[in-house]
């Protein structure tokens, strides 16, 4: 699943990826220009690759990949592609085991998917997303080890909400756009601290800007 790229050359990028068989993976895509690679290697594609290893570099050569979904749904709406690009940068900024975990990762395909086939609004699907990440890696607002005032009880309260709710019905919980964003932002924080790593995604202002 493509979280992120970089420019490695000219006519080189690296494509940093989640497997289902080596967690978080690099690898070094060949001959092909940035722009050109945009349509293959769109945030969340899941991809079916073959790649070569190397002793000299922890990071393989990705000989051959193709598309397992198209993803028409996300990649011809703007609000899902920003969806996209905030739930792949929180991944990247996120996820750094290589070790195997194919439940979390058949998850984070059944997250795409729903995503891909939404109707209708989605304005709370960072919301929702969130809230289903941070118990899916096993933290609940209020363990005993958290720093005291972490969630405020409206955030912990609203948590909850989304947790018990069904996506459908989650989808409608009456939201501001204001309200969401700083959800998502106290979100971002609570996972930053538990994974002991900073995730500060600069898509939320992007994603806001477009639900707004």
């Known amino acids: 699943m493509v979280l992120h790229l970089t420019k490695f050359s000219d006519h080189g990028l690296v494509l940093h990826a989640v497997d289902s ?4 993976r690099s690898f070094l895509v060949r001959g092909i220009k940035r722009g ?8 969340l594609s899941i991809l079916d690759v073959v790649s070569a290893e ?3 570099s922890t990071i393989s050569l990705l000989r051959e990949w193709d598309p397992v979904q198209p993803l028409h749904g996300i990649r011809g709406d703007l609000v899902k592609s920003s969806l996209a690009m905030f739930i792949s940068e929180v991944l990247y900024r996120s996820l750094t085991s290589e070790l195997a975990d194919p439940q979390l990762f058949d998850w984070l395909c059944d997250v795409v998917a729903r995503l891909d086939a939404a109707e209708g609004s989605v304005a709370n699907y960072p919301a929702c997303f969130l809230v289903s ?3 899916r890696m096993g933290f609940m607002p209020g363990a005993a080890i958290e720093p005291a005032g972490m969630f405020s009880a409206e955030d912990a309260a609203l948590f909850q909400q989304f947790l ?3 996506y459908e ?3 409608g919980i009456p939201l501001s756009g204001t309200r969401r964003q700083a959800f998502a932002r106290k979100m971002l924080q609570y996972l930053s601290w538990h994974l002991g790593t900073s995730i500060d995604a600069k ?3 992007v994603l806001h800007a477009v639900l707004a």
């Open 54 to 56: 190397s002793p000299k």
């Open 133 to 135: 990440y941070a118990v």
């Open 21 to 24: 068989t080596a967690g978080r």
């Open 36 to 43: 050109n690679a945009v349509a293959v290697f769109h945030p």
């Open 164 to 166: 018990s709710t069904p």
């Open 169 to 171: 019905e989650a989808m």
């Open 203 to 205: 898509s939320l202002d």
